[in-house]
């Protein structure tokens, strides 16, 4: 049912068959559902964007939270890596001093 010029001739001719009871809420029930499916049709096309837009921002956010993280963990792993080099070097130095002494 595309149009309402086509849904009068259709109870019209409804109406002249006089159909049981049982017939008539079967079609009610399903003009029903129809109706409830055109609603929500319209709904989900005007609310559409709307959750597009809210998505693209969340996307977004985490996309940035990601980047965050990611230079804190870089940021981290430069600070160990300059620690243990410093280490290294006191290490070394003390041990070549030692042996320097030992021979």
Same mark, same amino acid.
């Given at each position: 049912?595309?149009?309402?010029?086509?849904?009068?001739? =259709?109870?019209? &001719?409804?109406? %002249?068959?006089?159909?049981? @009871?049982?017939?008539?809420?079967?079609?009610? $029930?399903?003009?029903?559902?129809?109706?409830?499916?055109?609603?929500?049709?319209?709904?989900?096309?005007?609310?559409?964007?709307?959750?597009?837009?809210?998505? =693209?921002?969340? &996307?977004?956010? %985490?996309?940035?939270?990601? @980047?965050?993280?990611?230079?804190?963990?870089? $940021?981290?792993?430069?600070?160990?890596?300059?620690?243990?080099?410093?280490?290294?070097?006191?290490?070394?130095?003390?041990?070549?001093?030692?042996?320097?002494?030992?021979?």
């Amino acid at each position: 049912m595309e149009t309402v010029q086509e849904l009068i001739p =259709l109870v019209k &001719e409804l109406v %002249a068959q006089k159909p049981s @009871r049982r017939l008539v809420k079967v079609y009610v $029930l399903g003009g029903v559902l129809a109706l409830f499916g055109v609603v929500l049709g319209l709904v989900e096309t005007v609310c559409g964007p709307f959750a597009a837009a809210s998505r =693209l921002r969340d &996307e977004q956010a %985490a996309e940035g939270a990601l @980047r965050a993280a990611l230079e804190r963990q870089a $940021l981290q792993t430069q600070t160990l890596l300059e620690k243990s080099k410093r280490h290294e070097g006191v290490v070394c130095s003390r041990a070549l001093a030692n042996r320097q002494h030992a021979s």
